[in-house]
T-cell receptor, first 114, second 112 residues
């Protein structure tokens, strides 16, 4: 079945530095899945950060960007300059149209140091 | 914004105990989901439903039952809790396919 891989369990970045969180996916079904980044702040539920449903396109939100690369089967999350308030757990996910079921990576905990 | 409320937020039970986790969404969404999240794993789908009285089996259903009593309410039942079910549980809802999925804040369940 479909799956998502995030290789970094934890990432620490200094404030104002750039960030990249890696995400690759494996889609065994026909067609291209929808791709998402969710974020979970301490004590909160997951929130949608951005999504891209068309291969080759880029999504952006709150200074974060991710490009749907179907050749590399990747959807890496990037930000040019992080802030302390970005400290959270970030999840890459994919879905098919069936019932909006999401398949998640294992999450990357981002800590931004002042 | 859609609201998904889970209760309780924290629960401790003994092995073999009976536990019910509750979830209510207030936007009349059609789809509701239960996920569990464990260290080193992403959220994994336990059960889901596309309407009152409907239940679909997810990827990790063993040891869990679920019931969708109304459009708003979706319950997860652990009838013989085991330590392997110690986890963080998330409920979620969405209106239909290709719409945003909204998550509750999670229920941390510990089985001792």
């Amino acid at each position: 079945g479909d799956s998502v891989t995030q290789t970094e369990g934890q990432v620490t970045v200094s404030e104002s530095k750039s960030l990249i969180i890696n995400c690759t996916y494996s889609a065994t079904s026909i067609g291209y899945p929808n791709l998402f980044w969710y974020v979970r702040y301490p004590g909160e539920g997951l929130q949608l950060l951005l999504k891209v449903i068309t291969a080759g396109q880029k999504g952006s939100s709150r200074g974060f960007e991710a490009t749907y690369n179907k050749e590399a089967t990747s959807f890496h999350l990037q930000k040019a300059s992080v802030q302390e308030s970005d400290s959270a757990v970030y999840y890459c996910a994919l879905s098919r149209s069936n019932y909006n079921v999401l398949y998640f990576g294992s999450g990357t905990k981002l800590t931004v140091e002042p | 914004e859609a609201a998904v409320t889970q209760s309780p937020r924290n629960k401790v039970t003994v092995t073999g105990g009976n536990v019910t986790l509750s979830c209510r969404q207030t936007n009349s969404h059609n789809y509701m989901y239960w996920y569990r999240q464990d260290t080193g794993h992403g959220l994994r789908l336990i059960h889901y439903s596309y309407g009152a009285g409907n239940l679909q089996i997810g990827d990790v259903p063993d040891g869990y039952k679920a019931t969708r009593t109304t459009q708003e309410d979706f319950f997860l039942l652990l009838e013989l809790a085991s330590p392997s079910q110690t986890s963080l549980y998330f409920c979620a809802s969405s209106e239909t396919t290709n719409t945003e999925v909204f998550f509750g804040k999670g229920t941390r369940l510990t089985v001792v």
